[in-house]
């Protein structure tokens, strides 16, 4: 199995891990890969799993409501349910508490520098007026940063190298001013923590042994190293893994993704457009399939490209087992057929697994059947085998139809086509927005909403909804 190559270095126990989405949406596919690795991780070395919501920004990232409990049950879905559900915005009191204390140790400062003007000094390597004022007069900052000051007039800086070779690390912010209602403690709150701030105090608390972060926020444990050093603790095990695009994915952001929604773009987090974990599990995508696929990235710094054909690979193993076969018969034409004989087709629910049962169709001669119009451009002449009979021999062919003769003998070479004479309408909603309409055997109004089947030679799919009648599926992959 991939994950038996997941391993921490000496093999440590009693390891805590954490995974802290922004609650701005539900979790994407490209969460998974934290989420599964850091809960098997945990795991495996018989350790704790956390999921810590990162809620501290209420204007850039600010988070929806529903989208606390929407992680949950991504989390649930996943397999992956936590020891632990820590809030960050739950815990400003606390944070403040160490931000008073590092003032009183001379470690952080009250800045009330312009932004431009700082930015320009710190890049230079200055220090600001703010940063050589006293305790007692950053107290009283602190506390006007509560009452007075406006938004963006001051920040609480967190003192390091004022000439360290990096400027993102010179002098961070800690915390600033969000006047914003925040969904769950409203206005309670004026004064924020930046996500620095507020993750390193909160693993430091929660005990957290190993983080796992993709190699572009190398810096964000730099920073927070200065406030572990001046508090004395030891700073957590920290894997940098390297970042994987995965093809075939698109490039979405959780913000944009919101605009749409709301715009009317997309239906839903869970329009099978988007790459939410919630979309793909209506496409009929497996957590298992989800995890076999994650697991197998492993730990490795390197960046790599890695395609969903591996993941629908996975998927595929699965659902060719469990799947049942139906026909679909998308853009459907008529197909007349001289001297077809009235009979019962029976087919297999699965070619393998005949202790499933059939499919049945009862034929009328005088009735015409239904074909693909992928199916419908046949040359004049050409034997074809219609699945579950004989084969035809196609006459005519025109915009509206196509006529043939049955032959009553077998081509094993012969093209094969299905057909279906009773149906059921149905229309299929495709990952890259469109729909195909057409007809499906009768038996798919059987099967239970969230079925998944596999429509030969077209694909899996699974049952979204029964609309007056009329079938609705979301395909899956091929």
């Not at 529903?66 to 820590?86: N, Q, R, S, T």
């Not at 003032?103 to 230079?124: L, P, S, W």
């Not at 093809?247 to 709301?262: E, H, P, W």
Request: net charge neutral.
């Amino acid at each position: 199995m991939a994950e038996d190559t997941l391993r921490l270095e000496g093999d440590p126990k009693g390891v805590v891990l954490r995974f802290a989405p922004n609650p701005n949406g539900p979790l994407t596919l490209g969460h998974a890969r934290g989420v599964l690795t850091n809960h098997y991780l945990a795991r495996k070395y018989k350790g704790r799993f956390i999921l810590r919501f990162d809620d501290t920004d209420p204007r850039t990232k600010k988070p929806l409501l529903e989208a606390y409990e929407w992680i949950k049950e991504d989390f649930h879905w996943l397999g992956c349910d936590p020891d632990e559900v820590v809030i960050a915005s739950q815990n400003i009191d606390s944070y403040y508490q160490y931000a008073e204390k590092l003032i009183d140790m001379g470690h952080a400062y009250v800045c009330t520098c312009e932004r431009e003007a700082f930015k320009t000094m710190k890049n230079q390597s200055i220090a600001c007026p703010c940063r050589g004022l006293s305790q007692v007069d950053n107290k009283a900052r602190w506390e006007r940063m509560f009452s007075s000051y406006k938004g963006g007039e001051a920040t609480l800086k967190i003192k390091t190298d004022i000439k360290h070779p990096d400027p993102a690390l010179r002098d961070w912010t800690g915390f600033r001013i969000i006047d914003d209602k925040h969904p769950l403690v409203g206005k309670k709150y004026r004064v924020w923590p930046m996500l620095d701030f507020e993750s390193a105090v909160e693993d430091h608390v929660r005990g957290v042994t190993h983080i796992i972060r993709g190699i572009d926020l190398m810096d964000s444990g730099l920073k927070q190293k200065y406030v572990y050093d001046y508090f004395g603790w030891s700073y957590p095990n920290v894997i940098l893994w390297g970042r994987i695009q995965i093809d075939g994915l698109g490039r979405f952001s959780t913000s944009k993704m919101a605009q749409d929604i709301a715009s009317g773009v997309f239906s839903g987090w869970d329009d099978p457009q988007l790459p939410t974990l919630r979309a793909l599990r209506r496409r009929g995508i497996l957590p298992e399939s989800i995890r076999e696929f994650m697991l197998s990235l492993g730990l490795s710094d390197n960046a790599a490209a890695v395609s969903m054909e591996n993941l629908y690979s996975a998927n595929r193993k699965i659902l060719d087992e469990t799947t049942n076969r139906y026909f679909f018969i998308p853009e459907p034409m008529e197909l007349h057929i001289e001297g077809i004989p009235g009979k019962t087709i029976r087919m297999p629910l699965h070619p393998t697994h005949k202790d499933r049962g059939v499919r049945e169709q009862c034929l009328d001669p005088q009735r015409c059947i239904y074909i693909a119009k992928k199916d419908a451009g046949l040359p004049v002449g050409e034997v074809v085998k219609l699945m579950g009979l004989s084969c035809i021999q196609v006459e005519s062919v025109n915009e509206r139809q196509v006529k043939a003769k049955y032959t009553r003998q077998e081509n094993k070479k012969a093209k094969k086509i299905q057909c279906l004479q009773d149906y059921v309408e149905c229309t299929v909603l495709k990952p890259d927005g469109a729909a195909d309409n057409g007809y499906c055997e009768p038996q798919c109004q059987s099967l239970d909403a969230g079925t998944i089947i596999q429509f030969e030679r077209y694909g899996f799919c699974r049952l979204d909804a029964k609309d007056d009648g009329k079938l609705v599926f979301v395909y899956g992959h091929n």
